[in-house]
């Protein structure tokens, strides 16, 4: 008998899975895919090219999950993206911001001088805010309030009140609100916003708090250290085993069944799945109280991201700093969001069922910095688009991705004009696809918004309503993005727990 079965094999369910082998527990993951990682991936999509999927950039994986695990010694290599973001106008103007304070005042003083200092002071805040979360990630019992009462009410409200308090420049006030609303299915002027941009400033994995990073290799290679230490404590992970079923007897779980019938008895068990294909595919909804299936069904899970690969035979040249030769631009996130008002207009064409005419795109070249991903001389742009409803009134078919992916395209070219022909082939993943490929429900990346009400005490807890049956994915606190923070608690919360079982009467 198994002491724990985790069902998934996402960077959480590696992380947790490692941390309880390390502990001396006798643990197996079972994951439906023939690649562990989930959505952390790193994939040959084509030949010569290794490509992340669906996540693309690491900032939140935790520290001390890296330096308890050794994961360097496993493969684990991150630097940071810097330059961190690069702006493109319309008009020909554009907007480069990274880490050289010098650098980033000749680039907002041509916008507006007084911004200067506003957008240091801004960041100063942000990186503040996600100070403080990144200090409660950790926590057994998540509370907001604790907090503070100054915090939550800042958190509560819009990334754009947020931003706009501090600097007057469109596109600057774009540059950083792009944050608050990356995977949320919500315009930057609606409440709660703020809190998913402090989110994304809590990271540290590259000892600068909120600075942004890429992986060697690809983000499959976290999955992949993760992985490679789980084994190394004794840990067991089957690849092609979709777990059927969580057995529960007498209120408690007792193992899993999986899709080839083969039943395996544990004394716990660890989704890294859903909390709905956990608690209502697997589980059954029998072995829940009303209150909690309610909860379940109003989960706020209808993603809007579009995913688009490219394949690139060139680096993008770019009307407002021309060249394909690779520049400081190229190392940048590239976005196509000029305003807050386009953003929030983004949004509000879906409001009705539809989808954005104008969409926010963010980009991404990481080719230029690990040319291993790619043929010598070629490159993959990873294109991230908003807001494209999982529900929309149009549906996803296979002509609407294409249409979808084209769109996309024709505005890249508006920009950086060689980008059509550059393409060699493309890869499209929109909701339906995330949700089929990652078990994603709703396509949404976080499994489920990060907005108030599904934050902290709100979201899914990792000890679940059922005994010995425990949740380890991005549906538990804090929720969402590569960081193996609810891998890791409910790690600890499974050893506490054989602690106490074990502790003499």
Not at 202 to 214: C, D, E, I, N, T
Not at 229 to 237: L, Q
């Amino acid at each position: 008998m198994l002491d724990v079965a985790v069902v998934g094999g996402g960077h959480n369910g590696l992380a947790c899975a490692a941390l309880l082998a390390q502990a001396g527990l006798q643990v197996a993951v079972y994951e439906r895919s023939d690649v562990l990682g989930g959505a952390a991936v790193s994939e040959p999509v084509w030949p010569g090219y290794t490509v992340s999927t669906a996540s693309y950039v690491c900032t939140l994986l935790d520290p001390e999950l890296v330096r308890v695990l050794d994961l360097p010694r496993h493969g684990y290599s991150a630097y940071r993206k810097d330059p961190a973001t690069f702006n493109v106008l319309p008009d020909g103007r554009s907007l480069l911001l990274g880490s050289d304070e010098a650098a980033n005042a000749r680039e907002i003083s041509r916008f507006d001088r007084d911004d200067v200092r506003g957008f240091n002071e801004l960041n100063r805040v942000i990186c503040d805010l996600g100070s403080r979360l990144f200090e409660t990630f950790d926590d057994q019992s998540p509370h907001f309030a604790n907090l503070g009462e100054q915090v939550c009410e800042v958190l509560q409200g819009s990334a754009a009140q947020l931003v706009q308090r501090y600097v007057n420049t469109p596109v600057l006030q774009a540059a950083v609100a792009t944050d608050g609303i990356i995977g949320t299915n919500a315009g930057p002027r609606d409440p709660g916003t703020a809190y998913v941009l402090a989110h994304h400033y809590a990271g540290r994995a590259l000892g600068v708090q909120g600075a942004w990073g890429y992986v060697r290799g690809g983000m499959g290679a976290i999955s992949t250290a993760l992985a490679s230490a789980a084994r190394a404590h004794g840990a067991a992970i089957h690849t092609a085993s979709a777990v059927e079923r969580i057995c529960i007897e007498n209120g408690a779980a007792s193992g899993i069944v999986l899709r080839n019938g083969d039943e395996i008895n544990a004394r716990a068990v660890v989704s890294n799945a859903h909390p709905r294909t956990t608690f209502m595919d697997l589980a059954g909804k029998r072995h829940l109280s009303e209150t909690f299936v309610g909860k379940i069904q109003s989960w706020k899970t209808t993603g809007v991201a579009f995913k688009l690969n490219l394949a690139l035979g060139q680096l993008p040249n770019f009307r407002c700093r021309p060249g394909t030769r690779p520049d400081a631009h190229h190392r940048a996130t590239i976005h196509i969001a000029p305003s807050i008002e386009y953003l929030q207009q983004a949004f509000e064409d879906t409001r009705d069922g539809g989808i954005s005419k104008q969409p926010m795109l963010e980009c991404f070249l990481q080719t230029p910095t690990d040319a291993t991903l790619a043929p010598p001389g070629k490159h993959i742009l990873s294109v991230f688009a908003q807001y494209y409803p999982y529900n929309h009134t149009d549906g996803w078919s296979s002509a609407q991705c294409e249409a979808v992916a084209d769109r996309i395209v024709y505005m890249l070219s508006q920009f950086a004009p060689n980008i059509p022909g550059a393409i060699e082939a493309r890869q499209i993943l929109s909701p339906p696809d995330l949700e089929k490929r990652f078990g994603l429900i709703g396509g949404h990346i976080f499994h489920g918004e990060l907005l108030p009400g599904q934050i902290y005490e709100h979201r899914f807890a990792t000890r679940t309503p059922i005994r010995q049956l425990y949740l380890c994915g991005s549906g538990a606190h804090p929720g969402g993005c590569v960081s193996g923070f609810p891998g890791k608690r409910a790690a600890a919360a499974i050893l506490a727990d054989v602690r106490q079982m074990q502790a003499p009467a």
